[in-house]
């Protein structure tokens, strides 16, 4: 866990304001996802990375949230004109390849829309 | 569609009272399945990896066995310690999300 940062760790925004959530993968690592987790629900899958590259948003909502993972520098889940029901945590994992690899997590960014 | 099942959604075991969790699955192509800890405001914390069915791992006092359709996460002799939301997941498919189960509440009572 202590090997994939994100930040912040908490985060309140007010309704129509802007989230910029940052993930720095594992050493080493070039393949990250992002989870969303609401209360007393499961993880659920919103994006897979790699450097540059989108592999699979089939998660993201439609509108207000992008990712990206840009060549240098940490993973940007950026969630626009935010909305109550986005209030959630929201976890970053990194993998050193694809399949069957082990996927690390973060220790969440949790935001609060107010 | 890929689904996984864990059961039961909560457990309360007093110390030293060895138990199970189950997941059960359906996916196409499995390519592994995950077990995971997470502890109450942290990130979920790798445990172990199974690849095909007849595969066992151990750690410490947890082992985990996998079948075509299911998978067991044994706790034998718990801790208070061992108090955590345990969370099983799959890898499956032409990507290489892992799809989540609800998870099972363990409260461990010394």
């Known amino acids: 866990n202590a090997g994939v940062m994100q930040n912040p760790r908490h985060l309140v925004r007010r309704r129509g304001q802007e989230a910029r959530l940052r993930c720095s993968p594992m050493?080493?690592?070039?393949?990250v996802y992002w989870y969303r987790q609401l209360p007393e629900e499961g993880l659920k899958f919103m994006v897979y990375?790699?450097?540059?590259?989108?592999?699979?948003e089939s998660g993201m909502p439609k509108e207000r949230f992008s990712a990206e993972f840009p060549k240098e520098g940490p993973s940007i889940l950026r969630i626009q004109q935010v909305v109550r029901g986005d209030s959630a945590a929201y976890f970053c994992?990194?993998?050193?390849?694809?399949?069957?690899?082990?996927?690390?997590f973060g220790e969440g960014s949790w935001l609060t829309v107010v | 569609e890929d689904q996984v099942t864990q059961s039961p959604e909560a457990l309360r075991l007093q110390e030293g009272e060895s138990s199970s969790l189950n997941c059960s699955y359906t996916?196409?192509?499995?390519?592994?399945l995950f077990w995971y800890r997470q502890d109450p405001g942290k990130g979920p914390e790798f445990l172990f990896t199974?690849?095909?069915a007849g595969e066992e791992k151990e750690k410490e006092r947890l082992k985990a066995t996998l079948t075509k359709k299911e998978s067991f996460l044994h706790i034998t002799a718990p801790k208070p310690e061992d108090s955590a939301t345990y969370l099983c997941?799959?890898?499956?498919?032409?990507?290489?999300?892992?799809?989540f189960g609800t998870g099972t509440l363990l409260a461990v009572q010394p």
């Open positions: 050493k080493g690592h070039s393949h």
């Open positions: 990375l790699q450097k540059e590259n989108i592999i699979d």
């Open positions: 997941a799959v890898q499956a498919g032409a990507t290489n999300k892992l799809i």
């Open positions: 996916v196409s192509g499995l390519r592994g």
């Open positions: 994992a990194s993998a050193s390849g694809g399949s069957g690899n082990t996927i690390y």
């Open positions: 199974l690849y095909s």
